[in-house]
T-cell receptor
Framework: GAVVSQHPSWVICKSGTSVKIECRSL??????MFWYRQFPKQSLMLMAT?????????EQGVEKDKFLINHASLTLSTLTVTSAHPEDSSFYIC????????????FGPGTRLTVT | GQNIDQPTEMTATEGAIVQINCTYQ??????LFWYQQHAGEAPTFLSY??LDGLEEKGRFSSFLSRSKGYSYLLLKELQMKDSASYLC??????????WGAGTKLIIKP
């Protein structure tokens, strides 16, 4: 149990375009979903936390207008990278929490984004 | 500020034992996780400690000392597939997960 999927697993896009990444909890309802970014050889960086039906809480330094997060249901959250640039190329990972215990997170397999 | 320290990189020999240390200074403590992350993949859960002591799970064990702000992950009978990064993460008083930078473990034959 506690499976989280992400789609797509990898994507290449041109600079200036937007890319949407989906995160789904397949066998549980996710009260909270988290979006992380990881650059090569670096640790996970939390970008934002989203609760179903409410606005996402962004970490300091993360542009909310550039990284649009929608958590429309208890099993789906999306991250849209708007007007992508090469420096946005990274590994984006989502995780989902059933809410009990509050800290328990299950990670998706990640999405590798390359902006050319 | 909140801080988690782990060695950047460690090297060990196949079949041997390695201990990866993690020290933390956080605002409150509600538990500590160890995750394994292979290159290009998402982290996978290894262990969770909230009480002092040693938790053993097969070849992997995790130890916690809350008074010292210290944990270690012990890997026995190392296999080549254990080559990965090992991430230490602490839950603070606000139930935020604070991540360490990870320790890259290289296993040599």
């Amino acid at each position: 149990g506690a499976v989280v999927s992400q789609h797509p697993s990898w994507v290449i896009c041109k600079s200036g375009t937007s890319v949407k990444i989906e995160c789904r909890s397949l066998d549980f309802q996710a009260t909270t979903m988290f979006w992380y970014r990881q650059f090569p050889k670096q640790s996970l960086m939390l970008m934002a936390t989203s609760n179903e039906g409410s606005k996402a809480t962004y970490e300091q330094g993360v542009e909310k207008d550039k990284f649009l997060i929608n958590h429309a249901s208890l099993t789906l959250s999306t991250l849209t990278v708007t007007s992508a640039h090469p420096e946005d190329s990274s590994f984006y990972i989502c995780s989902a929490s059933p809410g009990t215990p509050e800290y328990e997170q299950y990670f998706g397999p990640g999405t590798r984004l390359t902006v050319t | 500020g909140q801080n988690i320290d782990q060695p950047t990189e460690m090297t060990a020999t196949e079949g041997a034992i390695v201990q990866i240390n993690c020290t933390y200074q956080t605002s409150g403590f509600n538990g500590l996780f160890w995750y394994q992350q292979h290159a290009g993949e998402a982290p996978t859960f290894l262990s969770y400690n909230v009480l002092d002591g040693l938790e053993e799970k097969g070849r992997f064990s995790s130890f916690l000392s809350r008074s010292k702000g210290y944990s270690y992950l012990l890997l026995k009978e190392l296999q080549m597939k254990d080559s990965a990064s090992y991430l230490c993460a602490v839950i603070d008083s606000n139930y935020q997960l604070i991540w360490g930078a990870g320790t890259k473990l290289i296993i040599k034959p």
